[in-house]
T-cell receptor, first 112, second 113 residues
Framework: KAGVTQTPRYLIKTRGQQVTLSCSPI?????VSWYQQTPGQGLQFLFE???????NKGNFPGRFSGRQFSNSRSEMNVSTLELGDSALYLC???????????FGPGTRLTVL | GENVEQHPSTLSVQEGDSAVIKCTYS??????FPWYKQELGKRPQLIID?????GEKKDQRIAVTLNKTAKHFSLHITETQPEDSAVYFC????????????FGDGTTLTVKP
């Protein structure tokens, strides 16, 4: 069974631009969560989706948004990028929200 | 919201020794506690988890203990090997919502051969 995949793996943007990251969960998994990983802040929860519905949202500004499609694939969008948005963005999938999570390789976003 | 503290931030042990990493959490409603291992440049991988209906769980050289009263849980690695060197994260969440986990800041474990 293929693991969680994320595209693109690396991204360089400039301040003020917007970016869309994609996550394809393991086949059959309907729950997808997104996390931001930085050296200073560790792993911080962004959003959680299940069956196309956002169940939870972390403490991030409204510039961070996401969605989930009917095939469980998920995207997250960051608008008006700031230097502090530079991070590794990880998504994780699980069968259902109560099940163990499997992480993708992450998208490394650099904002210049 | 939930707050998870993890100690120590770095840990260096000799091959064959044991390593213990401790986490405390603040929300008494949390009842799912996974541990992840993240090697340099790789994704976090679940190594063991425990739910609040048990106090201890073991998988070969790895064990996790949970004290719900004191709101802390620990990871124990015995007979450490150089390939155990990595960053270890603890996390806490509701049993029904593992997808909304609060993570500790991580422990960098170095096992010296």
């Amino acid at each position: 069974k293929a693991g969680v995949t994320q595209t693109p793996r690396y991204l360089i943007k400039t301040r003020g631009q917007q970016v869309t990251l994609s996550c394809s969960p393991i086949s059959g998994h309907r729950s997808v969560s997104w996390y931001q990983q930085t050296p200073g802040q560790g792993l911080q929860f962004l959003f959680e989706y299940f069956s196309e519905t956002q169940r939870n949202k972390g403490n991030f500004p409204g510039r961070f948004s996401g969605r989930q499609f009917s095939n469980s694939r998920s995207e997250m969008n960051v608008s008006t990028l700031e230097l502090g948005d530079s991070a590794l963005y990880l998504c994780a999938s699980s069968l259902v929200p109560s099940d163990e999570q499997f992480f993708g390789p992450g998208t490394r976003l650099t904002v210049l | 919201g939930e707050n998870v503290e993890q100690h120590p931030s770095t840990l260096s042990v000799q091959e064959g020794d044991s390593a213990v990493i401790k986490c405390t959490y603040s929300d008494s409603a949390s009842n799912y506690f996974p541990w992840y291992k993240q090697e340099l440049g790789k994704r976090p991988q679940l190594i063991i988890d425990i739910r609040s209906n048990v106090g201890e769980k073991k998988d070969q050289r790895i064990a996790v203990t949970l004290n719900k009263t004191a709101k802390h849980f620990s990871l124990h690695i015995t007979e450490t090997q150089p390939e155990d060197s990595a960053v270890y994260f603890c996390a806490a969440s509701l049993n029904t919502n593992a997808g909304k986990s609060t993570f500790g800041d991580g422990t960098t474990l170095t096992v010296k051969p």
